[in-house]
């Protein structure tokens, strides 16, 4: 049962352009969603975040946008850089207990 | 301020055998959480562990077993590995365990099981 999901497992964007990653829920228990971010060899680092009596959050050149009634959400990336190639994964808790991630998405951000 | 580092980082074992896998939580974390990442897919959850003591646990099967020490470090363990237990053991600390968008992550421990 996958509870949350990232239906593209890659995307590839040209650098200073915008970059959207998408993910799906179905639990609707959910309350708080993040993004993390996960370099080669090394650990999933936290990107950002937003609560569901939020809409949208913003940190930056990253925007994350949620749309509880279609169980939705995503990360938008301007500009896109070199370095924000990466896997991403989107993870929610219901009151901030365990997190459940999706299968992630392959980022490459082409020069 | 430290991270979160694991050991080994990389192993391979064969069916059957027992494997333990440590952790050190980062400075001023009290909570460690284990996750498996199998190949191409997100991280799972295992379990939690708070003040010593298991805190919650995912759809994984009792032959995988944890601790906690004092010092906050932890160690997972896995008994009769199974060729399916191949995978990315992520483990990540937090500063409660309630601070689900705080986890700091280390960089794993991959398994092998041939």
């Known amino acids: 049962d996958q509870q949350v999901k990232q239906n593209s497992p890659s995307l590839s964007v040209q650098e200073g352009r915008i970059s959207i990653l998408n993910c799906d829920y179905t639990?609707?228990?959910?309350?708080?969603f993040l993004w993390y971010k996960k370099y080669p060899a090394e650990g999933p680092t936290f990107l950002i975040s937003i609560s569901s009596i939020k809409d949208k959050n913003e940190d930056g050149r990253f925007t994350v946008f949620l749309n509880k009634s279609a169980k939705h959400l995503s990360l938008h990336i301007v500009p896109s850089q070199p370095g924000d190639s990466a896997v991403y994964f989107c993870?929610?808790?219901?009151?901030?207990?365990?997190?459940?991630f999706g299968q992630g998405t392959r980022l490459t951000i082409n020069p | 301020e430290t991270g979160v580092t694991q050991s080994p980082t990389h192993l391979i074992k064969t069916r059957g055998q027992q494997v333990t896998l440590r952790c050190s939580s980062q400075?001023?974390?009290?909570?460690v959480s284990w996750y498996q990442q199998a190949l191409g897919q997100g991280p799972q959850f295992i379990f939690q562990?708070?003040?010593?003591?298991?805190?919650g646990r995912g759809n994984f099967p009792p032959r995988f077993s944890g601790l906690q020490f004092p010092n906050y470090s932890s160690e997972l363990n896995v008994n009769a590995l199974e060729l399916d237990d191949s995978a990315l053991y992520l483990c990540a600390s937090s500063q409660d365990p309630l601070g689900a968008n705080v986890l700091t992550f280390g960089a794993g421990s991959r398994l092998t099981v041939l």
């Open positions: 562990y708070y003040r010593e003591e298991e805190n």
């Open positions: 400075s001023g974390h009290n909570t």
């Open positions: 993870a929610a808790s219901a009151r901030r207990q365990k997190l459940v």
């Open positions: 639990n609707s228990m959910f309350d708080y």
